[in-house]
Nanobody, 121 residues
């Protein structure tokens, strides 16, 4: 069993930056691909970014390419999402997930509870 806890969300203005963290416990995070998803009010949950267990592969949604960067530190059992040049449309609850492969369509096995990111325009 893997427990994931997100942190770092908050209220910021358009153009600002935030860094989200996802701390894992229960198992070695290095065994899993990791990802970030988000869900805006009234919308479906959508893929944001993912990273392979060894950081060898990374995937990004088109809407965040060039602005968001996913990374991980397996020694700290933590993954990160650096979000720059935030836009109002980035407002959502952000979830981290762990699974067997770092692709957008992977059926991620473990999920965190989410952290709210609100961007005012």
């Amino acid at each position: 069993q893997v427990r994931l806890v997100e942190s770092g969300g908050g209220l910021v203005q358009a153009g600002d930056s935030l860094r989200l963290s996802c701390a894992a416990s229960g198992r070695d995070l290095g065994a899993y691909a990791m990802a970030w998803f988000r869900q805006a009010p009234g919308a479906e949950r959508e893929f944001v970014a993912s990273i392979a267990w060894n950081a060898g592969s990374k995937y990004y949604a088109d809407s965040v390419k060039g602005r968001f960067t996913i990374s991980r530190d397996n020694a700290k059992n933590t993954e990160y999402l650096q979000m720059n040049n935030l836009k109002a449309e980035d407002t959502a609850v952000y979830y981290c997930a762990a699974g067997p492969a770092a692709t957008p369509s992977t059926p991620y096995t473990y999920w965190g509870q989410g952290t709210q990111v609100t961007v005012s325009s």
